[in-house]
T-cell receptor
């Protein structure tokens, strides 16, 4: 099955700096890669996602890049703010429409933005 | 509109007790997932429903875990004879159709087995 590794496990940045979180996946057939933000005791919330036919996607301060050859994808947050502090999870899924296509998650990155 | 809801939010059980966790998906969503999230880890897949059909239960850790979705909407995850290792947050997620990508998560039920 799919295996997703995520680094770093913790990341501290100064407010206004950029943050980068990296993930690798094992199954080259994976074709959908979402990123979720989870605040303490809250539900995971989708912040951005990318499909395998796209190399980069941006939404305001958040961007995701995908390198299919290296089986690697990254989350980039620019101009970080204290409210960006949370645990971020990358995930991957594979399969065809109609199958489960469950998400396989990384182990999470605790991002702390220092004021 | 209303998101995915789960109840109870917290459940404490004595070892050996049975528990039932409820998930109300977003109205009209065809796909429903259950995940287990251990402390400090990412969610792990348990089982998948398409409407009322349980199409994948490969992630259920033992035969003590059972899930159902009899009318294709509300789902219940039941754990029999709970063990300490069952302590975790149980997350439910729904997806609009089987062809959609986005999974919307509920707030989870935190199960503590003493």
């Amino acid at each position: 099955g799919e295996n997703v590794e995520q680094h770093p496990s913790t990341l501290s940045v100064q407010e206004g700096d950029s943050a980068v979180i990296k993930c690798t996946y094992s199954d080259s057939a994976s074709n959908y890669f979402p990123w979720y933000k989870q605040e303490l005791g809250k539900r995971p919330q989708l912040i951005i996602d990318i499909r395998s036919n796209v190399g980069e996607k941006k939404d305001q301060r958040i961007a995701v890049t995908l390198n299919k050859t290296a089986k690697h994808f990254s989350l980039h947050i620019t101009e970080t703010q204290p409210e960006d502090s949370a645990v971020y999870f990358c995930a991957a899924s594979l399969g065809y429409s109609g199958s489960a296509r469950q998400l396989t998650f990384g182990s999470g990155t605790q991002l702390t933005v220092l004021p | 509109g209303a998101g995915v809801s789960q109840s109870p939010r917290y459940k404490v059980a004595k070892r050996g007790q049975d528990v039932a966790l409820r998930c109300d998906p977003i109205s009209g969503h065809v796909s429903l997932f259950w995940y287990q999230q251990a402390l400090g880890q990412g969610p792990e897949f348990l089982t998948y429903f398409q409407n009322e059909a349980q199409l994948d239960k490969s992630g259920l850790p033992s035969d003590r875990f059972f899930a159902e979705r009899p009318e294709g909407s509300v789902s219940t995850l039941k754990i029999q004879r709970t063990q300490q290792e069952d302590s975790a947050v149980y997350l439910c997620a729904s997806r609009r159709t089987s062809a959609s990508d986005t999974q919307y998560f509920g707030p989870g039920t935190r199960l503590t087995v003493l």
